[in-house]
């Protein structure tokens, strides 16, 4: 079994300030601020759930729902519910969507209208006077000056709040732009800033890494709005999340994101489809290496304890269920189904994984039998193999008994 389903989950963990040596001190009270995760519904049904306590449900009928897109793309199975391991004071993730038991795979759309999120009110956004044509024209004017100022204040004053975020990338700075079809995010300035950024000095790279925490520290009151998705949408696109150094970060991101109520996921997992292929595919990579790392780490002494961050891959997984969603509302999808096998996975004791699945359903543990999409075929066809001759074994012993008994 993973390591996430093994260790409890910290009400607080305290990691956050090490990707910022210079802000441990006097962060320490706002560390607390995280939002908590919010309790999913008791009556929300999760993919792969088990039904009464005398059911043991086969891995056979949880292949068949996923392994239909090895057969035919469009019948691919939704993302399955999150939970956290059984312990104390656990509250569990929301549920992405309805049961994926049932035989046709369930939009997302297909929400009822109570599930639909309400408009709340924007509050109004900072003014942000530069474009990307000024800002494409500060980055020119570098190479030839050396002088990095007006960069540096740029991602400064971008990076501090989600209110800045929005005012910087937001097409409308006075549109709500509370519509599925279109985030209101202006792709090519984000896409433009993104890929500027990793050649940067670190001190700016430094400074927008100490804006995202100061963010995702801030205290939290009642929902999200609108601005509040856009700016975990432009945060989730980071490409300094691929540096390990950062992954402390990049959790307690994953981590507000998965917790999430279902009506934002709505939003996200559509606006997520309209990313390009290119950006799709490199988010996918990050998480699934995030993932990967964190299970087997190059350098264990870079990450906090486990039992500090065992809430890492159940995160990680859920957002990566949001992607697998919005990839099957893409026809044809962005990438093929084969690119959120994990091969990492190949290596853990995936019977283990199972029997913790048909053992608990998705009540109580996590397992990587809640998320079939990420688990390769190779594998899925060995769990197959062994949980029929532990079948065929069981029914041997029954027959003799029922022989013996006679």
């Given at each position: 079994m993973s390591e996430a389903g093994r260790v409890p989950?910290?009400?607080?963990?305290?990691?956050?300030?090490?990707?910022?040596?210079?802000?441990?001190?006097?962060?320490?009270?706002e560390r607390e601020k995280l939002p908590p995760i919010v309790s999913?519904?008791?009556?929300?049904?999760a993919g792969l759930d088990r039904g009464s306590k005398g059911q043991i449900s086969t891995f056979s009928s949880f292949i068949s729902t996923v392994n239909q897109k090895k057969e035919a793309t469009e019948n691919r199975s939704?993302?399955?519910?999150?939970v956290f391991p059984n312990i104390k004071n656990v509250r569990d993730l929301p549920p992405i969507c309805l049961d994926v038991r049932q035989k046709q795979r369930v939009s997302?759309?297909?929400?009822?209208?109570e599930m639909k999120a309400p408009v709340l009110s924007e509050s109004v956004l900072p003014n942000q006077s530069k474009t990307m044509k000024d800002f494409q024209e500060d980055i020119e004017k570098v190479k030839s000056s050396g002088d990095w100022k007006a960069v540096h204040d740029f991602y400064l004053t971008t990076f501090d709040s989600f209110p800045e975020l929005n005012a910087a990338f937001k097409k409308d700075a006075t549109a709500s732009f509370n519509t599925i079809e279109d985030s209101g995010i202006n792709a090519k300035f984000v896409n433009a800033v993104y890929d500027a950024l990793l050649n940067t000095p670190q001190d700016i790279q430094k400074t927008v890494l100490k804006g995202i925490i100061n963010s995702l520290l801030r205290e939290w009151k009642g929902p999200r709005t609108k601005d509040?998705?856009?700016a975990y949408f432009i945060l989730l696109q980071n490409p300094q999340f691929s540096n390990t150094s950062t992954y402390v970060i990049h959790a307690h991101l994953l981590r507000q994101i998965a917790a999430l109520v279902e009506a934002d996921h709505h939003f996200l997992v559509h606006w997520l489809k309209k990313l390009s292929q290119k950006r799709f595919k490199q988010l996918v990579e990050r998480l699934l290496q995030f993932i990967s790392l964190r299970l087997f780490p190059a350098k264990p002494e870079e990450f906090?304890?486990?039992?500090?961050?065992?809430?890492?891959?159940?995160?990680?997984?859920?957002?990566l269920a949001l992607l697998n969603t919005a990839n099957s509302l893409v026809h044809p999808p962005l990438i093929?189904?084969?690119?959120?096998?994990?091969?990492?996975l190949d290596h853990i004791d995936l019977m283990e994984e199972y029997h913790t699945w048909q053992s608990f359903g998705n009540s109580h543990r996590f397992s990587f039998c809640q998320y079939p999409f990420v688990i390769s075929i190779a594998a899925k066809k060995i769990i197959i193999q062994r949980d029929s001759e532990q079948q065929m074994i069981s029914i041997?012993?029954?027959?003799?008994?029922?022989?013996?008994?006679w």
């Open positions: 989950s910290p009400a607080a963990p305290p990691e956050v300030a090490a990707a910022a040596p210079d802000e441990k001190k006097g962060k320490e009270p999913a519904g008791a009556g929300a049904a939704s993302p399955t519910h999150l997302v759309d297909a929400l009822p209208s509040d998705l856009r906090p304890p486990i039992t500090k961050c065992s809430w890492w891959i159940p995160s990680a997984s859920k957002v093929p189904y084969t690119d959120f096998y994990n091969s990492t041997a012993r029954s027959r003799t008994k029922e022989l013996s008994d």
